[in-house]
């Protein structure tokens, strides 16, 4: 399997090498050259099966042979054996035909975890038989930049760079991040928004003497690594319900576009999934270029739930590749268009195209409160103000399918908000317990370039001088 990148104008690369090198060096995102599909045999023969045993057979295909079989089941195994829950993505019923698919019971609370334990498992096998070694810098609004601390910290041949809005993060997440002991983990406080972050991160991966000197690699959800590990729980809840006997919906709240592509790549291998709902906060960029077919970015607005508090949504760029028909230099000609305007109009075709498989929603703060009060009330749920977002655009969606609604991160993670709309503070899960016991480590870090990459220059070369020396 190779990979292409959606501006037609980087190397193709293998899967592992798309995978450690994350952003395309034409500005792109990597894509396979096609999608493989599953027989409706094979779909169905995954009904009931371990979480691991499904990931194994969704994810095989896209990987080639970068790793043996009994290596990669292995990895996936160990990539999951830390999670708080059997089913590791269980799915809960909220209403007659209404159905919350948990994806927070992984170490950081977030469905982030499904797609970095993996890739931190993957990363290692890879480095370790090549004996390179690499500079992670991520961007956060929040839950990326714990789950990646989370699932790198302390491995050997990585160094672990992390870019969040100073201020503008929860108390757990900043705490999730900024406490880890480790050396090789670095918590970065930048002065902005998460857009100021993932700009930095994006114009770090165009500098190509600093991007080959520090051996850079990025976990965002540019990677696609992170988005096929999220196909796999599209697979094993629609199963659950039904499927392939059975079509079902799926409502997700979307920031990045990260998670919802990963189902609309399920969609494309053939699980039958009828609509891919987008689910946004007042932050909705999304949802009104699906009803416009302009998208164009206002500043961001923060809100109850930080995660989705986002402009540009860099994922959206695969699917736009697809509306497309795959033509590089229109997307590329559009991103440009963004650059230099702050918008661009998506041609009729290609709106149509992304109007076939996503409907979308936007829910204020008001209703994202109401919606964690009123779910507690009718089904005992507790929800984070993310899933809420989600629930409540659900509601307006539900059709004949069975609805999966994306539970992504768990309500302890946002307890403020949690109790400000229901009276209930969720406690942390008792193997996290002493989280604000821990000390803290971060150094605050100004919009600037330059100065981060000297930064990174300087905790690198540390390192490789201590190695040096034997210490
Ligand atoms: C990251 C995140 C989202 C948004 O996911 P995308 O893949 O960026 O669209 C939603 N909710 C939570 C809790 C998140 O951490």
């Known amino acids: 399997m190779q990979y292409i990148s959606t501006r037609g104008a980087a190397p193709v690369l293998t899967f592992e090498q798309a995978m450690l090198t994350g952003l395309a060096r034409d500005g792109g995102l990597y894509v396979p050259e096609s999608i493989p599909t599953l027989t409706e045999a094979e779909i169905t023969a995954m009904a009931g099966l371990p979480y691991e045993d499904i990931a194994f057979r969704v994810m095989k295909p896209f990987i080639g042979e970068t790793f043996t079989d009994a290596e990669f089941k292995s990895l996936i195994a160990q990539a999951y054996a830390g999670f708080g829950h059997a089913a590791r993505a269980p799915l809960k019923q909220l209403a007659p035909n209404h159905f919350l698919l948990e994806l927070f019971h992984g170490p950081t609370l977030a469905f982030k975890d499904f797609a970095m334990q993996l890739i931190g498992q993957l990363f290692q096998a890879s480095l370790t038989r090549s004996g390179d070694r690499v500079t992670i810098v991520g961007a956060t609004s929040g839950d990326t930049g714990s789950a990646a601390i989370e699932a790198f910290k302390g491995l050997s041949n990585v160094d672990v760079f992390i870019l969040f809005p100073h201020g503008r993060v929860s108390e757990v997440q900043r705490r999730q991040m900024t406490t880890p002991a480790e050396s090789n983990v ?79 790549i399920a969609r494309k291998m053939g699980l039958p999934i009828g609509k891919l709902v987008i689910a946004t906060n007042q932050n909705d960029i999304l949802h009104r270029c699906l009803t416009t077919g302009v998208y164009q970015t206002e500043g961001v607005t923060p809100s109850i739930s930080p995660s989705m508090d986002i402009q540009v949504s860099s994922n959206f760029e695969r699917a736009l590749f697809d509306a497309y028909g795959r033509d590089g230099k229109a997307v590329a000609q559009l991103m440009d268009e963004l650059k230099t305007t702050g918008q661009f109009t998506v041609s009729q075709g290609a709106l149509q195209a992304l109007r076939e498989v996503f409907a979308s929603g ?110």
């Open 362 to 471: 936007r829910v204020s703060e008001a209703e994202t409160s109401a919606t964690i009060k009123a779910t507690l009330a009718q089904s005992a749920e507790l929800l984070c103000p993310h899933s809420a977002v989600g629930v409540a655009v659900a509601e307006d969606h539900l059709g004949s399918n069975p609805m999966i609604t994306l539970a992504t991160a768990h309500p302890a993670k946002f307890p403020d908000a949690v109790e400000a709309a229901s009276g209930i503070r969720p406690p942390l899960p008792p193997r996290m317990a002493d989280l604000f016991q821990r000390e803290e480590r971060v150094t605050r870090m100004p919009n600037d370039r330059a100065a981060l990459q000297a930064l990174i220059l300087q905790r690198i070369s540390n390192v490789t001088t201590s190695n040096a020396a034997g210490v």
């Open 186 to 264: 670095h918590a970065l406080a930048v002065d902005g928004d998460f857009d100021t972050c993932q700009g930095l991160l994006k114009d770090m991966f165009n500098d190509f003497d600093f991007r080959d000197r520090v051996r850079l690699a990025g976990v965002n959800s540019i990677n696609w690594a992170r988005v096929l590990a999220q196909v796999v729980y599209y697979f094993s809840a629609a199963t659950s319900l039904g499927a392939p006997l059975r079509a079902v919906d799926f409502t997700v709240p979307t920031g990045n576009f990260g998670d919802i592509f990963a189902g609309y």
